[in-house]
């Protein structure tokens, strides 16, 4: 049972490699992307934005190329519906990074110097729950005993994720000199930041079911 799922496939499992490592990457490039735009250093941010889009183009290609090798060379027939849904589920993660930083880019919100340190801890929290997600994919094609060593860190850090956006939002809402529609919108983006945790735990809740039945 600790026979990688695709079998010795090494060409497939480098592109699978290479595919999660821009998962990683787009996580790392959109906390520079936002630490840059809470320093008003739109240069930083412009760079941060035009790679993160750089990151997500390869990862749809690279997707992509994986889904139509799995199909040409009819490979883990048993299994190939499974590790479709986590590829996409994966890019998903990817894209939301992305739209993170472009709804800053599109939207510009004035977001007090006071929340930005708690914006950043929400980010890390969430960039980790995504991060557990990516080693527990690399596991489920490598070592399938090994993904609930790394699986239920993605609930952990998502628990951490709700703790500071529950804070977060009291402290925008407890500013009396901010107007309503100024605090929804900064709410809205702190949700957007949560948002990628949340997911990253419903996507290791497929995944559970996936070794489930790969364990069968």
């Known amino acids: 049972m600790t026979e990688s799922i695709l079998r010795k496939r090494i060409g497939i499992e480098v592109q699978v490699d290479e595919?999660?490592?821009?998962?990683?990457?787009a996580g790392l490039l959109c906390q520079n992307g936002m630490s840059a735009?809470?320093?008003g250093d739109t240069a930083a941010f412009a760079e941060?934005?035009?790679?993160?889009?750089?990151?997500?183009?390869?990862?749809?290609?690279?997707r992509r190329d994986i889904e139509k090798n799995l199909y040409r060379k009819t490979l883990i027939p048993e299994?190939?519906?499974?590790?479709?849904?986590?590829?996409?589920?994966?890019?998903a993660l990817l894209d939301r990074f992305t739209g993170l930083l472009w709804q800053f880019e599109i939207e510009q919100p004035e977001i007090s110097a006071e929340f930005h340190e708690s914006f950043g801890e929400l980010l890390?929290?969430?960039?980790?729950?995504?991060?557990?997600?990516v080693r527990s994919c690399r596991a489920f094609f490598k070592n399938i005993n090994e993904v609930a060593d790394h699986i239920h860190k993605v609930s952990f850090w998502e628990k951490e994720s709700d703790k500071v956006s529950t804070r977060l939002q009291k402290a925008?809402?407890?500013q009396s000199e901010l107007d309503l529609s100024r605090k929804m919108?900064?709410?809205?983006?702190?949700?957007?930041v949560d948002r990628l945790a949340d997911d990253a735990e419903d996507v290791s809740d497929r995944l559970?079911?996936?070794v489930i039945k790969r364990m069968l």
């Open 185 to 192: 919108h900064v709410r809205f983006f702190a949700k957007m």
């Open 124 to 133: 890390h929290y969430s960039v980790e729950a995504v991060e557990a997600m």
């Open 172 to 174: 925008i809402f407890g």
């Open 208 to 210: 559970n079911i996936y």
């Open 79 to 91: 299994s190939r519906g499974d590790v479709m849904r986590l590829l996409e589920d994966m890019d």
């Open 37 to 39: 735009y809470f320093r």
């Open 19 to 25: 595919f999660l490592n821009l998962v990683s990457e």
């Open 48 to 62: 941060a934005l035009e790679t993160i889009q750089e990151t997500e183009h390869k990862g749809d290609f690279l």
